[in-house]
């Protein structure tokens, strides 16, 4: 059992003798997809009040999916927003799934014919249920499970919240809101095992919430992905700095030895 698991096992991920069972990659998944997807009654109220009528917040979340690009284009809309720059402020935010995208096609290694299906799919909270996997099997399960629960209540909770958005009243009394990037969050934090990684995310927050007054919706986003390669860089150039001042040393050592010596 355990060399069938380390052949399936996926590189760069943790891997498991027994593996993990399908019963709790299984609940996991169904627990992130009930939680975010309750959060469509947040962006059903908040698209209703912003203007959209019924079909189009419905065609949003059906054909959209991704919650913060969502919730940015309907609150530059509330906001009197252009519909063009609350479009590309959307399209921004977006772009991010498209990166999830190259890591999990890797680790899916689904069918061709399967893969613009999935492609809909590709949004944090699936990828962040995938990475958490030690197998191949466990990420397909787990994206497959986050994927179908969340699509499902999302969209049911955004029609049922367009519906009776003036019986919900205010989202941020309910804290609908901020049920999506909690659940993020909350999945994200374990995976932050070592310095550099913790690193990385902790610039990435100071980045983007510096440049949320000063940027378009989605920009600050983007520009804290520039954490990653600056940590990186910073990090490697620590090793070469060290052994610069190994060698400065060595000398000065071997000459202090030789005047002893005299």
Do not use: H
């Amino acid at each position: 059992m355990r060399r069938v698991t380390e052949q399936t096992a996926l590189p760069g991920m943790y891997r498991s003798g027994s593996g993990k069972p399908d019963a709790a990659v299984v609940r996991d998944a169904l627990g992130v997809g009930v939680a975010v997807g309750l959060s469509g009654f947040a962006f059903g109220v908040t698209s209703a009040g912003s203007g959209l009528n019924l079909l189009q917040t419905c065609a949003l979340s059906l054909l959209v999916f991704t919650g913060a690009s969502q919730f940015a284009l309907v609150g530059a809309l509330a906001a009197g927003g252009n519909p063009f720059t609350a479009a590309a402020g959307a399209f921004f935010l977006g772009v991010r799934n498209a990166f999830y995208g190259l890591r999990l096609s890797q680790l899916l290694a689904l069918p061709r014919a399967v893969r613009p299906f999935a492609a809909q799919w590709v949004i944090d909270e699936t990828t962040a249920v995938a990475l958490a996997q030690p197998t191949r099997r466990s990420v397909r399960i787990g994206f497959t499970v986050t994927g179908l629960s969340l699509y499902v209540l999302w969209n049911l909770t955004t029609l049922l919240g367009a519906v009776g958005a003036q019986a919900i009243g205010d989202t941020r009394a309910w804290g609908l809101d901020a049920a999506g990037p909690a659940v993020f969050l909350a999945l994200l934090a374990p995976m932050l095992r070592t310095a550099t990684e913790r690193a990385v995310a902790g610039a990435a927050v100071v980045l983007g919430l510096g440049l949320l007054p000063v940027l378009p919706a989605g920009v600050p986003v983007l520009a804290a992905a520039l954490a990653a390669p600056v940590v990186l860089f910073l990090e490697g150039r620590r090793p070469a700095a060290a052994a610069r001042g190994v060698q400065v040393d060595a000398p000065r050592r071997a000459d202090g030895e030789q005047g002893g010596d005299r």
